[in-house]
Every structure is written in structure tokens, then in C-alpha cells.
């Protein structure tokens, strides 16, 4: 009996606790559920010391001497000072400083990222063959529609709350496709543990 074997017995049998959840919770599916996050919490750790603190921080601070780097290290050490509850509130300073710096990288992210393309696709729909036209003429009523429906300065009556109506069902259907995208990913993630149970651990496909 050869370790890859082991291995992948191992690997089927912990597949098929977390499949026992379809019957009901279950000793087995907690057993499965607990090694999988203390598994992933080690690796996210490792991953974090070795891709992160040592490249970004221990190697540049010591070795090339950039003390500049002393001030992450002393706002990485101060999220520590959670634990201690004399000292708790040194924490709030890391916090604020990685709140306020995420929200400027999303905002910068998400305005170059969807706003101004939306934009510009908007205002540069190709007009040539007819059904060019229709598409072009659905995209511009389903972004002005939308935008109606989220504008609350005004009450959604007559003709604004009939285009507000339209914009309601644009994004419909806009939940509607990220719903069967989600769908469709966990349905990949199934069919290739079935793929793995039936061919790599069975052998019953070929």
C-alpha cells in the first residue's frame, strides 16, 4: 500500500464527511469541518510569514536596511496589544490605519474598476448593425433605469417611478446572473470531487 494511496483515502473518506451534512450535522461532518480550519488557519499562517513578514518586512528592515519599515512593524505589533486589556486600546491605532488605507485601495479599485468603464461603455456603444442598436439601447435604458431607482431625492411617481420599475428589473436581473454564476461554481467544486472520489479513489471511471 503506497503513501499516494493513503493519502488519497484519506482525502476521499474527509470528502465524504463534509458530504454527510446532506443527511444532518453529524460527528463525522464537525471532525472534517474542524481539520479543514485548523488546516487552512496553519497554511494562512505559514503562507503570511513566509510570502509577507519575511519579504516585506523582516528582509527589507535588516538586511537592505530600510529602517522605514520600523513604523509597519511597530503597527503590526500594536494589533497585538488586543490581549492585553491595560494596553487594548494601542490597537485601535493599527485598526484605524488599515481601515482608512483598504478603504482608499477599494474606492481607487472600484471607481477604475467598474464606475468609470460602465461610463465610458455607456457613452461609446457601437451603433452599426441593428443589433448593435438594440444592445446598445438596452445597456443605456438598464444604467439610467438603475440609477433612477437608487436616486431618493425626489419620490419615485409618474414617469420617474415607472422608469425606477424598469431599473428594478435590470438589476434582477443582474442578482439573478451573480446568483447562477455562484450556482454554477459550486456545482464545478461537486462535480470535480465526484471526479475525484470515482476516478482517482475508485477507479470506477476511466
Same mark, same amino acid.
Given at each position: 500500500?503506497?503513501?499516494?494511496?493513503?493519502?488519497?483515502?484519506?482525502?476521499?473518506?474527509?470528502?465524504?464527511?463534509?458530504?454527510?451534512?446532506?443527511?444532518?450535522?453529524?460527528?463525522?461532518?464537525?471532525?472534517?469541518?474542524?481539520?479543514?480550519?485548523?488546516?487552512?488557519?496553519?497554511?494562512?499562517?505559514?503562507?503570511?510569514?513566509?510570502?509577507?513578514?519575511?519579504?516585506?518586512?523582516?528582509?527589507?528592515?535588516?538586511?537592505?536596511?530600510?529602517? &522605514? #519599515?520600523? @513604523?509597519?512593524?511597530?503597527? /503590526?505589533?500594536?494589533?497585538?496589544?488586543?490581549?492585553?486589556? *491595560?494596553?487594548?486600546? %494601542?490597537?485601535?491605532?493599527?485598526?484605524?490605519?488599515?481601515?482608512?488605507?483598504?478603504?482608499?485601495?477599494?474606492?481607487?479599485?472600484?471607481?477604475?474598476?467598474?464606475?468609470?468603464?460602465?461610463?465610458?461603455?455607456?457613452?461609446?456603444?457601437?451603433?452599426?448593425?441593428?443589433?448593435?442598436?438594440?444592445?446598445?439601447?438596452?445597456?443605456?435604458?438598464?444604467?439610467?433605469?438603475?440609477?433612477?431607482?437608487?436616486?431618493?431625492?425626489?419620490?419615485?411617481?409618474?414617469?420617474?417611478?415607472?422608469?425606477?420599475?424598469?431599473? &428594478? #428589473?435590470? @438589476?434582477?436581473?443582474?442578482? /439573478?446572473?451573480?446568483?447562477?454564476?455562484?450556482?454554477?461554481? *459550486?456545482?464545478?467544486? %461537486?462535480?470535480?470531487?465526484?471526479?475525484?472520489?470515482?476516478?482517482?479513489?475508485?477507479?470506477?471511471?476511466?
Amino acid at each position: 500500500m503506497s503513501l499516494e494511496f493513503i493519502g488519497i483515502t484519506i482525502a476521499a473518506l474527509l470528502t465524504l464527511c463534509i458530504y454527510s451534512f446532506l443527511y444532518k450535522d453529524n460527528p463525522f461532518y464537525k471532525f472534517a469541518e474542524h481539520i479543514f480550519a485548523g488546516l487552512s488557519a496553519g497554511y494562512y499562517v505559514g503562507l503570511v510569514w513566509h510570502s509577507i513578514i519575511k519579504v516585506q518586512l523582516i528582509g527589507p528592515l535588516f538586511e537592505d536596511h530600510d529602517f &522605514i #519599515f520600523i @513604523i509597519p512593524a511597530v503597527l /503590526g505589533i500594536l494589533m497585538f496589544a488586543r490581549f492585553v486589556p *491595560r494596553i487594548a486600546w %494601542l490597537s485601535r491605532i493599527s485598526l484605524a490605519f488599515v481601515m482608512g488605507n483598504t478603504a482608499g485601495i477599494f474606492l481607487i479599485q472600484q471607481l477604475h474598476g467598474f464606475v468609470l468603464p460602465q461610463v465610458r461603455n455607456t457613452f461609446t456603444v457601437p451603433l452599426g448593425s441593428p443589433g448593435q442598436i438594440v444592445s446598445g439601447a438596452v445597456i443605456i435604458v438598464g444604467v439610467i433605469s438603475t440609477l433612477i431607482y437608487f436616486y431618493f431625492s425626489k419620490e419615485h411617481k409618474g414617469a420617474l417611478g415607472a422608469t425606477a420599475s424598469v431599473g &428594478i #428589473f435590470f @438589476i434582477m436581473i443582474s442578482f /439573478g446572473a451573480s446568483f447562477g454564476y455562484t450556482v454554477m461554481a *459550486r456545482v464545478s467544486l %461537486l462535480i470535480g470531487r465526484a471526479q475525484f472520489l470515482l476516478i482517482n479513489w475508485l477507479h470506477l471511471i476511466k
